[in-house]
């Protein structure tokens, strides 16, 4: 599809450059300096989309007020319409400002979907693929062929300003009953539900495309043809499992691709961020020509790779930029046409046919999987269908001699408005109503960290014995492999161990003592400003230390026993109490210094909602990467209990010192 | 003999004090998974036949997941360390999932945390000491991380669960530590009917 529309424009802007270049402007005569508007118009045009894009994403998040009711995204797409209808009026010529199908899928998109790949939570993915995969193509499929024959059938009772034939309409509907990722995560990434509900819309939202796009070509083909004929329908049938199994395994082989060379460029550092980038857009592209699914590639692509590179990740603005051309292609084209009872026929049966499958899916998943889906996750995926400009681009990409295609595209802004709008901006209040479990924003403790694994493997164990297959012994089975052949192959320094990953243990055990340093550190500060200013009233003491040093002293006096413990004069243990806490306060401002090389470097989550929840929507926080925290962990725990020592009201029993 | 056997055996899970919902599809799946472990055809189960099967022998935690099944199901008779096709369903049955409305929810969710504290407690004294808990984490991830980080790892932890700070978690320590796991959906295996 995309490359009928690529070719065409290709041809178009070349001929338009081409003319902007040789038309040399003949001037009377010679200027110091010209206005060369001509010939650097069209990217500049779309580079101050792009800021314009960013710099209102950037006000909406100083508009607290509005922000709390809107999401992000209706409110660009409320700019775009505004500035749209701006343009229209003062007559600036249409072609600058429009969105074009092949603009927004090959250079807009991949870069969401990459991301929106690389920050899926792998494990709840794993342990959710059934529901995933339930959601993302039956109910794909049901909801594009209810709401298809509906409107058909609805067609002999009311007259709609166009006629359409079966086909016409079930590739509308195909492309309406798409979820769609970018719209979720601009709405989801705000409200922080909990994990297992994200994973779940998340996951239908992108690997629905196989199924949308695929319909969306196969009515398109179907209504070109007179008469199809059996062989077409198995064929249609079959590029269903082509399409999408097609584009995972592009996907895989991108990632191992990517993964192996950033493996073996580690000479040339510069090299590895651009395989990061270069190649899985190559995959995407790859995919498209082959009429693969470009976004379960790109998507698996990030996923997978996940775990082999830790790079650097470009934050991307595209999401802003998609919302704000949509509302202004909205106002820019010129062949709309409204029709209340069509508009709202199909808001109607989006929305109950959505509730309708996803109940029956639920239904069916609760028999068979541990965990269930209650009936308020039930509502939250229902409600949560939300549809976003992949909808409109594959509708601006109807043919022209579709005579409802004007019907159709202004129905389907209009659908997307009402979900970003309405739906987006009541989730909510109405997640903070139903009281839906959110994000757990506490550190994992140690225990949870620790146990969880634990947990999985005993389960693994248990289902081996009674000889079933569950889900922990396929994920151990998979992380088996995983360890043994994938990563060794993959990644730089990776020895093949028996015992299995700790990272997330480790990694939680440091973030855990580094949260301790701080404490402690930001405590004895605190203790020596007031030290300090203690000292400027009274210049009898001679080290800032002195006073928490005679308060210390006098717990130990009073803890009996202590002479045989501490057998020093007080002068020595003054002055060992100087020399290390003037190491404590070295080995703070290592730390850090270590936690703040983090940030920006290789500090970041590899998990999304993990990491929107912890600044803001689009910021990136640093978060401690074991690996390089791991060989600089000081032992505090000594530190950590002295200090408990001198805040505690009980005598403590004896005290260690650490030369 | 075979159909008398299940008669027999549902008819005394349902007497059992421990009300286990498993009902006759069930037993007979598992009864043929019973035989089928029972290599030698002796009727009950050995340590050697569950360590044979293929995803304990690489599962790091195996041979502890094979000792609790054993000290669970036969904590009578400790000293025979055999398993007959009863006790083998009692154990399985603490991993059935666990119906929320039901009145016996909270005995499921004690007897599966039971499962995973004597997992643990490797000489059965009612407590996890320090050394315990290093032994299973070392056999989890030992070969990753430095000795001195894993004594930091199970210090660190034992610490958060310890509460009355005396180096070591009860079965009440543990249970209030695993308060926040959603243990119920984490231990449960669906038997397929």
Redesign the interface.
């Known amino acids: 599809m995309l490359h009928f529309l690529f070719s065409a424009l290709l041809e178009d802007q070349e001929g338009n450059r081409a003319h902007n270049l040789t038309a040399e402007y003949r001037q009377q005569r010679v200027h110091a300096a010209d206005l060369r508007w001509q010939s650097t118009s069209a990217p500049f045009i779309y580079v101050s989309w792009l800021f314009l894009a960013c710099i209102a994403k950037l006000l909406f998040t100083r508009a607290t007020s509005l922000t709390k009711i809107f999401p992000d995204s209706s409110l660009l797409i409320a700019l775009g319409l505004a500035i749209g209808s701006f343009l229209e009026q003062s007559q600036v010529s249409k072609a600058h400002f429009t969105l074009e199908s092949h603009l927004f899928f090959l250079y807009l998109l991949p870069p969401i979907i990459f991301e929106a790949g690389y920050f899926m939570p792998n494990r709840a993915f794993f342990k959710n693929w059934d529901s995933i995969l339930l959601f993302s193509v039956v109910g794909t499929l049901f909801n594009a062929l209810a709401i298809g024959f509906s409107l058909h059938f609805l067609s002999g009772f009311i007259t709609f300003a166009h006629e359409f034939t079966i086909f016409e309409i079930l590739q509308f509907s195909s492309l309406i009953s798409a979820v769609d990722p970018v719209a979720v995560i601009a709405v989801f990434e705000e409200i922080h539900v909990n994990d297992f509900i994200f994973v779940n819309i998340f996951g239908e939202a992108l690997f629905n495309d196989g199924v949308t796009v695929v319909l969306f070509n196969l009515f398109k083909q179907f209504s070109w043809l007179d008469e199809p004929q059996a062989v077409d329908y198995v064929a249609g049938t079959a590029s269903f499992f082509v399409v999408s199994i097609g584009g995972l395994i592009v996907g895989l082989l991108a990632a191992f691709l990517t993964a192996i060379l950033t493996k073996y460029s580690d000479h040339v550092l510069i090299l590895a961020p651009c395989f990061i980038m270069l190649v899985p857009y190559m995959g995407f592209l790859a995919a498209e020509t082959l009429s693969l699914s470009p976004i379960i590639a790109i998507a698996v692509c990030g996923m997978v790779m996940k775990q082999y590179i830790k790079g650097n990740m470009m934050s991307s603005s595209s999401e802003a930029v998609i919302f704000l051309f949509l509302g202004l292609s909205a106002m820019a084209k010129s062949d709309m046409q409204w029709d209340t009872a069509f508009v709202s026929l199909t808001i109607l049966l989006c929305i109950v046919v959505r509730t309708i499958g996803v109940i029956v899916q639920c239904a069916l998943l609760n028999r068979?999987?541990?965990?269930a889906f209650s009936m308020v996750d039930q509502f939250i995926l229902s409600y949560g269908g939300l549809r976003g400009a992949i909808a409109f681009g594959l509708a601006s990409s109807i043919s022209s001699s579709v005579p409802a295609k004007g019907m159709f595209l202004t129905t389907t802004i209009a659908v997307i408005c009402f979900t970003v709008f309405l739906q987006g901006s009541t989730i909510r209040p109405l997640v903070n109503y139903l009281k839906v479990e959110t994000k757990n924003p506490d550190d994992p403790?140690?225990?949870?960290a620790?146990?969880?694994?634990?947990?999985?493997?005993?389960?693994?164990?248990?289902?081996?014995?009674?000889?079933?297959k569950?889900h922990a012994?396929v994920a151990?089975g998979f992380e088996?492999f995983n360890n043994n052949v994938l990563c060794p192959i993959l990644m730089k320094n990776h020895s093949k161990?028996?015992?299995?990953?700790?990272?997330k243990?480790?990694r939680a055990?440091s973030k855990?003592?580094l949260r301790d340093a701080m404490n402690l550190s930001s405590k004895w500060q605190n203790n020596k400003i007031a030290a300090i200013s203690r000292q400027q009233q009274s210049h009898v003491l001679p080290t800032t230390l002195r006073l928490p040093f005679e308060h210390w002293l006098k717990e130990l006096k009073a803890c009996p026993g202590h002479e045989t413990a501490c057998p020093l004069s007080q002068p020595h243990m003054a002055a060992l109490f100087g020399i290390f806490s003037n190491m404590l306060d070295k080995r703070m401002k290592e730390m850090q210094d270590v936690l703040a090389s983090q940030h920006g470097d290789e500090g970041f989550c590899d998990d999304y909602n993990t990491q929107t929840q912890r600044v803001g929507p689009s910021s990136r926080a640093a978060d401690v990467d074991s690996a390089q925290v791991?060989h600089s962990?000081p032992d505090l725990?000594h530190f950590s209990s002295i200090d408990e020592r001198t805040e505690r009201e009980s005598h403590p029993k004896h005290v260690q010192f650490i030369v | 003999m075979q159909f008398l056997f299940d008669c027999d055996c549902t008819q005394e899970m349902n007497k059992s004090t421990n009300i286990i919902a498993v009902n006759r599809n069930q037993i007979v799946r598992?009864y043929s998974?019973f035989l089928?472990?029972d290599k030698k055809g002796q009727g009950f189960l050995e340590r050697e036949d569950?360590m044979n099967?293929?995803?304990?022998a690489?599962?790091?935690?195996?041979d502890r997941?094979v000792d609790a099944?054993f000290t669970l199901a036969g904590d009578e008779l400790e000293s025979e360390k055999r398993l007959n096709f009863r006790q083998f369903v009692r154990v399985?049955a603490f991993?059935q999932?666990i119906d929320r409305s039901k009145k016996n929810s909270l005995n499921g969710r004690t007897d599966k945390l039971k499962?995973?504290f004597i997992?643990y407690d490797l000489n059965k004294n009612g407590y996890i000491t320090r050394e315990e808990f290093k032994v299973?984490?070392n056999?989890?991830?030992?070969?990753?991380?430095t000795t001195d980080?894993l004594d930091?790892?199970a210090?660190?932890?034992i610490e958060?669960?310890d509460v009355d700070h005396d180096g070591r978690i009860s079965f009440d320590e543990f249970c209030k530590?695993?308060e926040?796991?959603d243990?119920e959906?984490?231990?449960?295996?669906?038997?397929?009917n």
């Open positions: 068979f999987r541990g965990k403790t140690m225990t949870e620790v146990y969880s694994k634990y947990l999985d493997y005993v389960i693994a164990g248990i289902e081996g014995i009674a000889g079933q569950g012994s151990h088996r161990t028996r015992n299995f990953d700790a990272t243990i480790v055990y855990l003592t791991r962990i725990s | 598992l998974r089928s472990l569950l099967v293929p995803e304990l690489v599962n790091p935690l195996g997941i099944f399985l991993f999932p499962f995973a997992m299973i984490l056999s989890m991830v030992g070969a990753n991380i980080q930091k790892i210090d660190r932890t958060e669960a530590a695993m926040k796991t243990i959906e984490k231990m449960s295996i669906r038997f397929l």
